[in-house]
């Protein structure tokens, strides 16, 4: 089984990283440390590092000393459950699902679950179904039905579902076979540009700017880590979208947030303006959908030469599910990880990873990839397109192999996890308790510099650079 050393060794190099580099790590802390079969916590300690790395070494590029960067284990698996743990004026978390949100049974015998947070994805499933958004009626709706027609069907009516599916009935899907062809983190060159100089400032990302069009976890992740180094991040939303209020206090820590509607000339036009001066588009929209707004990863390039444009979704860029929309939860159930965690457990009900891993990881990986563009970019010149997946970044974790005995690992309680690894700040909800940085780099130590803030706080501009 590769060590934690060995793993980040292979997402560095595999993006183009100088392996001399890996001298400066220090990976702390061993495994297992919740309750999984799967390599959960060495999954977000080295997704975390390899951010980390490449935010110390852009600080060397600009012109910095070399620094020292060490991730804890411990500390790391808590931040991937950082929506757990966050407290505002003390108060926990409410419910995290929705209603009618999990899992059930269809009349095959089989198992799906619904995602319904957002109000038109629970809409879809009901209008498939034909009841009314409550448990018991969802569920005797559901035995009138095969599971795999129902997620096709609920699919093509806009709503997010998956059916339980082995590992092995995974792998024989053309979707799967489909993502064994990718990297983990594709970064690929998409223009001609000259190299953009490293703007002035003594954190590792100082002036640069992020554009975040993302929700949820993953990418808001990203530019939350992005923040933590130094970047200018700003949260794109609009006010007609719906969010999770507590994800977003949660993953605003360091960003300025603004309302622009898309759907409006005006808004597009605002955010062209926004995009002629950034660094990073960082976008987890459902695929194409800002391509017909005329954000395309080409479309960038044309309007900014030198832009580094990331692209998140949930089941990968190619193979016929590249433009099915998805979640942490749904892409768990539909790639093997529910089922192999149940038969793990011994029971043969779908049973989910202690951490939504597959959101952070790849959080962490986007952070990741947009650094390592940028710094190819201050090279070598060049606009660039940076993809990542969820279920690109599962197909990985179960690469890293299995526990034996791993759920047998007592939890992570919160009270553990705030004497250690939780800092005090102001916000615009509240005082936050929430999980600090866990990359820690020894000249530039992470911090979040802006408090998080309502969605829509901010107007549509750039602060100007020191």
């Known amino acids: 089984m590769q060590s934690p050393a060995d793993i980040l060794k292979g997402i560095w190099t595999s993006a183009g990283g100088d392996a001399a580099a890996l001298d400066r790590v220090r990976l702390t802390g061993t495994e297992p440390q919740i309750p999984s079969s799967f390599r959960v916590a060495v999954a977000g300690q080295t997704t975390i590092a390899a951010a980390g790395l490449a935010a110390a070494e852009i600080r060397r590029l600009r012109g910095g000393e070399t620094q020292d960067v060490s991730v804890d284990m411990r500390h790391a698996v808590a931040e991937c459950r950082s929506e757990r743990y966050l407290r505002v004026d003390d108060k926990p978390p409410p419910p995290a699902w929705d209603a009618i949100a999990g899992v059930y049974r269809t009349g095959d015998g089989r198992f799906v679950r619904c995602h ?12 498939v179904l034909g009841c009314e958004a409550e448990r018991e ?6 035995m009138q039905w095969r599971g795999e027609d129902f997620e096709t069907a609920a699919y093509a009516a806009g709503g997010v579902v998956a059916l339980m599916r082995s590992y092995d009935e995974w792998s024989a899907l053309p979707q799967a076979r489909a993502l064994g062809q990718l990297p983990l983190v594709s970064i690929e060159r998409i223009g001609e540009a000259p190299p953009k100089p490293w703007p002035k400032g003594d954190r590792p990302l100082s002036g640069l700017r992020v554009l975040d069009l993302s929700r949820v976890i993953a990418g808001p992740v990203a530019g939350r880590t992005l923040a933590a180094h130094g ?4 949260l794109v939303s609009g006010p007609e979208l719906p969010a999770i209020p507590w994800l977003s206090i949660d993953t605003g820590r360091g960003k300025l947030t ?3 509607e898309l759907k409006s000339e005006a808004g597009r036009k605002q955010l062209r303006e926004l995009l002629k001066d950034a660094d990073i588009f960082s976008q987890g929209y459902r695929p194409r959908a800002l391509a017909a707004l005329g954000f395309a990863p080409e479309d960038a390039a044309q309007i900014n030469p030198g832009i580094v444009y990331v692209t998140l979704s949930a089941y990968g860029h190619a193979g016929p599910w590249a433009e099915r929309r998805g979640f942490d939860s749904l892409v768990q159930t539909t790639t093997g990880f529910n089922h192999a965690e149940g038969q793990a457990s011994g029971i043969d009900t779908p049973k989910e990873l202690p951490a939504q891993i597959l959101d952070h990881a790849t959080g962490y990986l986007m952070a990741f990839g947009a650094m390592m563009a940028r710094a190819r970019q201050a090279r070598e010149g060049g606009s660039w397109h940076v993809r990542v997946s969820l279920a690109q970044t599962g197909r990985w974790l179960w690469n890293l192999g299995r526990l034996d005995g791993g759920l047998n690992t007592p939890d992570l309680t919160g009270e553990a996890v705030h004497a250690a690894f939780i800092e005090s700040m102001p916000s615009g909800f509240g005082t936050l308790k929430a999980v600090r940085h866990s990359a820690v780099l020894s000249k530039t130590p992470a911090q979040w510099s802006r408090p998080a803030m309502p969605l829509g706080s901010h107007p549509a501009q750039w602060p100007a650079r020191s």
């Not at 319904?116 to 209008?127: G, I, L, M, S």
């Not at 970047?231 to 700003?234: E, I, N, P, Q």
């Open 116 to 127: 319904t947070n957002f109000p038109h994805h629970r809409d879809a499933v009901c209008e």
């Open 258 to 260: 603004t309302f622009i």
């Open 231 to 234: 970047a200018d991040v700003l």
């Open 137 to 142: 009626k969802v569920q005797a709706a559901l």
